[in-house]
């Protein structure tokens, strides 16, 4: 056993600069991969004691003149018509015109998109330009906006230098002031900076880029630097979010995320986390929430995650999250086309953890509970079956018609659990509806719920952060398609309104809540294609929600 021990040690150890693994004591199901090997791990311990990996690339705030920089790029803006702002003149200036000479040779007309590199500018301690198309004058969207930074750190990352400098202080992006245009260019810098190659053997090539500055005027300057930090502490949760709904379904399951909370709990000392296993799920009578994971070997696990920075006498915002770890449909099976993306069904609890984690970072005076359940949802003798009738925690009764509903019969649980906290707002969080998808595709969250107010704070925090949500409606006439003739309630409503109904399903849990519901189906990952993975939304919503409660 030692040999095999020492085998897992050795690819741990491998990846612990970037990962932080270790393996502990653990037991997780044989056969395991890791590193590309194969490893029986029968009686084998493994664990991973540490997810979060530190951000490869620092962002700086500086204001200092940008011809006077010692940098490896310095980035300035061409207006669309090969207009030059009061940065880029300087430059120009100081280079005895050689900017405006280039432009006049035709080369770069200053659309979005466009970008040009120089090098060895006279007069400049920067070692190279890049100039970047910014189209019109206050014409520029949040998308635009994205584009052209995404194009600037794609240029920046082909370059040899391990610094830059964005002088790109005079860009106006419409309804953004400085603080918002740095949050958006910010999280798009360090977001961009995200990887996952764990599983590789080969992996991508350290890249030099290590910094980025980006110059600001002195009156901006506290502004820019609270949109950094803000911006820094999203990244990061997205990065987790990112990771945790990355990791196969083999690695990810209900023990390990409560161990993430256990490893969180370690390294932010403001934070109390609770896991409780199957029997305490039993025992508190989550019958609904039980019957999802009785048919899987990984047993189910509440994770109650509490954060005191504010008053004790405030009450606290409830963030509820689905962690399906892997969503097989149970007995009322999925087809097998891209069922491995069923690994992503625990996005909700992944987002939650991602914005916890930003909230921890940001030490925002605001007391927050986190719920996370917890279950992998399978098939066998012991799963659940259509036609079952479960008890839930508030005592009414659920006939299950099918098991693929299962997101709900777990989050009716948690949200009756999140009671006992006499939270001011709950919000939930979870991939909860295909039909979510047909709504809204994959830009849009799908917002419910039974509070006006807390929706209006819900869609102007998407709407700030770039990251929106679109309320659908929860009327009265949808709740019958929940009715059933032998229990309290039916576990899905039909082919129509599917996201709707599967609301109302939570509404009869939230009565004594105000409460939102967040569908994030279409939202939480990409699917297919090379660029498939989680994206590690909605993190920038939900702390932005927290934020603004903060008036941070
Ligand atoms: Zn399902």
Known sequence: MQCIKDHLRKGC????????????????????????????????TLHFDHLFRDPDMELVVKSVSPETLKTATLVIAVGEGRTLGNVAKQVDELSGGAISAILKRGDLAGKVGQSLLLHSLPN???????????????????????????????????LGGSDAALALDEVVVKGRDSYGKTRLLAE????????????????????????????????????????????????????????????????CHPTFLGEQAKALGKEFKSLKVEVLDEKKIKELGMGSFYAVGQGSDQPPRLIVMQYNGGKKSEKPYALVGKGITFDTGGISLKPGAGMDEMKYDMGGAASVFGTLRAVLELKLPINLVCILACAENM???????????????????VEILNTDAEGRLVLCDALTYAERFKPQAVIDIATLTGACIVALGSHTSGLLGNNDE???????AGKAADDRAWQLPLFDEYQEQLDSPFADIANIGGPKAGTITAACFLSRFTKNLNWAHLDIAGTAWTSGGKDKGATGRPVPLLTQYLLDRAKA
């Open 379 to 397: 098939p066998s003798g012991g799963a659940a079956r259509p036609g079952d009738i479960v008890t839930t925690m508030s005592g009414q009764t």
């Open 124 to 158: 400049l301690k920067a070692e190279r330009v890049l100039l970047v198309g910014v189209g019109k004058d206050a014409e520029l969207g949040d998308r635009p906006l994205r584009k052209i930074v995404a194009g600037i750190l794609n240029t920046l990352k082909g």
């Open 188 to 251: 798009t810098l360090l977001d961009g900076e995200y990887s996952f190659d764990q599983f590789k053997s080969q992996k991508a090539e350290p890249r030099a880029l290590k910094k980025i500055t980006l110059l600001t005027i002195k009156a901006a300057q506290a502004e820019v630097q609270r949109a950094v930090t803000h911006a820094s502490a999203i990244a990061n949760g997205m990065a987790f979010t990112r990771d945790l709904g990355n990791l196969p379904p083999n690695i």
């Open 13 to 44: 150890q491998a990846q612990s600069a970037r990962f932080k693994l270790r393996p502990l004591s653990r037991a997780l199901p044989a056969p395991f991969y890791i590193e590309g090997k194969r490893v029986r791990t029968g009686c084998g």
């Open 454 to 460: 807390l929706i209006e704070q819900l869609l102007s």
